[in-house]
Every structure is written in C-alpha cells, then in structure tokens.
C-alpha cells in the first residue's frame, strides 16, 4: 500500500491483479485498485474530479479524466474516510498510476489539488 497527504487530505491505494478478469493471451490485463481518502484537516471538503496519468509498458501513457470518482463526488467532514475500488485494464503485464483529486474546501469555496501517489500494477509472476 502507499500513502501520500497533500493539505491535511490522506490517499491511500492498494492494488491487485484480477486473473478472473485477465485475458493475457488477448493483451487484456485487469488490475483492481482500493483508494482510501481520509480527512485529516479541519475543514469538510468535497472531491469534484480525477485526474489519471496511466502508463502501460506496451501502450505508453494515457490520461483519464472527469467528473468524482466512481460516479460520486463524496463530502468528507473532518476525520470521515472516503473508500472506493475501481479498475484499469491495460495491454501488457506491467504498468503503473499517479493522479489527483481536484477538492473544494466548503468552508471557503477554494478548491485544491490532492496528490494521488504512484503505484504499481504488476501481475505476481512478473514481480519475482
């Protein structure tokens, strides 16, 4: 798992390869991945959007961008964890994610990028 905290916001994230959903031979990879945002600041905010950056070893880099997070824009009071899982197919069996969050501080209205930190998506067998 790696963590990162930008202003006082925690991210989270744990990733795993789905061999159930894989078709290797096809190049068609699943990784899952587990985010975990926990307020740690003093102000209730609000995620608006994402902002992937995905690098496949075969395909290169790609952006994925929009509105929240598995189709919500959760509000996160101080100390309230926010946890969804979602998913990135990619063609080889090796590749990597880093993003951020755009979040409004309700308080003020100001909104702020929160850094989501690099990992890994890397089938078992390639690790070793």
């Not at 959903?21 to 209730?44: A, C, D, M, W």
């Not at 608006?48 to 824009?73: K, N, P, Y």
């Amino acid at each position: 798992m790696v963590t990162q905290v930008t202003q006082g916001i925690k991210i989270s994230v744990q990733s795993k390869y789905e061999a159930a959903h894989s078709r290797p031979l096809q190049g068609y990879i699943v990784f899952s991945y587990t985010i975990s945002i926990e307020n740690k600041s003093n102000v209730t905010v609000q995620l608006l959007r994402r902002h992937w950056h995905i690098f496949d070893t075969l395909a290169g880099w790609h952006e994925v961008e929009g509105e929240g997070v598995v189709s919500m824009q959760p509000l996160l009071y101080p100390g309230e964890e926010y946890q969804y899982e979602s998913f990135c197919p990619l063609m080889s069996e090796a590749g990597k994610m880093h993003g951020s969050y755009l979040m409004e501080n309700k308080k003020d209205g100001s909104t702020f990028l929160v850094n989501i930190p690099i990992f890994e998506l890397v089938v078992p067998y390639r690790s070793n």
